[in-house]
């Protein structure tokens, strides 16, 4: 005769403690929003608006607010620019003179033609440099012809650059940069205030050490 195994009783499940501290939420990731007053030191001394090029095939700026680069990024280059011109021409008129020689017009035309234009369309192209600070991401664009939309996200920052040269020191500009894992999601942006810079590398830094991102 075979003696069936004896089913073990089941076991109580323990009453929840009254006095139990309850679990502890997860940590919720606050939406990058400047306050009045960071707003008004990355606006300041900018262009109003973002300029959009008129072709309806366009990359669309979205919602959102968008902030410029300053009104003295536009000198910087302009001054830059003309004093390229100057020299090169400087340098093919000596040739000229001394040598008696006129192959040199041939690259220094193709350097000045290139550097005019480029002093033409620099003012049109500044305004259509902007960036944005959303939720999730830093979001970036530029171009007319060639548009560049792109974001990138707080979580993969890796470093945080301010530089200036001794020409934006002197008009209170500088450009920073955000360094990525990834070389192609990496953006510099130019002709920043002195004073947006700095700001905006603080709200960057505060928001990677919010999400525990560790710059």
Do not use: N
């Amino acid at each position: 005769m075979t003696i069936p195994p004896e089913t073990p009783p089941p076991v109580p499940s323990e009453p929840e403690h009254p006095l139990a501290a309850p679990a502890p939420a997860e940590p919720h990731e606050a939406p990058v929003t400047a306050t009045e007053a960071e707003a008004d030191v990355l606006d300041e001394r900018t262009y109003p608006r973002i300029l959009e090029p008129r072709a309806a095939g366009r990359l669309p700026l979205g919602d959102g607010t968008w902030h410029q680069l300053a009104r003295a990024y536009v000198r910087v280059q302009l001054i830059s620019q003309a004093a390229v011109i100057v020299v090169v021409a400087a340098v093919a008129i000596g040739i000229q003179v001394f040598t008696q020689v006129p192959w040199q017009w041939i690259p220094a035309g193709v350097i000045l033609i290139v550097t005019t234009i480029g002093l033409i369309i620099t003012p049109r192209q500044a305004r259509s440099v902007g960036y944005q600070l959303r939720r999730d991401d830093l979001v970036f664009r530029r171009g007319i012809l060639w548009q560049r939309v792109v974001a990138v996200p707080y979580g993969r920052m890796q470093l945080v650059d301010i530089t200036h040269g001794p020409l934006d020191r002197g008009f209170g500009i500088a450009q920073l940069k955000l360094v990525t894992a990834a070389a192609s999601t990496g953006v510099t942006i130019p002709g920043l205030t002195q004073e947006a810079a700095e700001q905006l590398r603080d709200t960057l830094i505060a928001v990677a050490e919010t999400r525990r991102t560790g710059l």
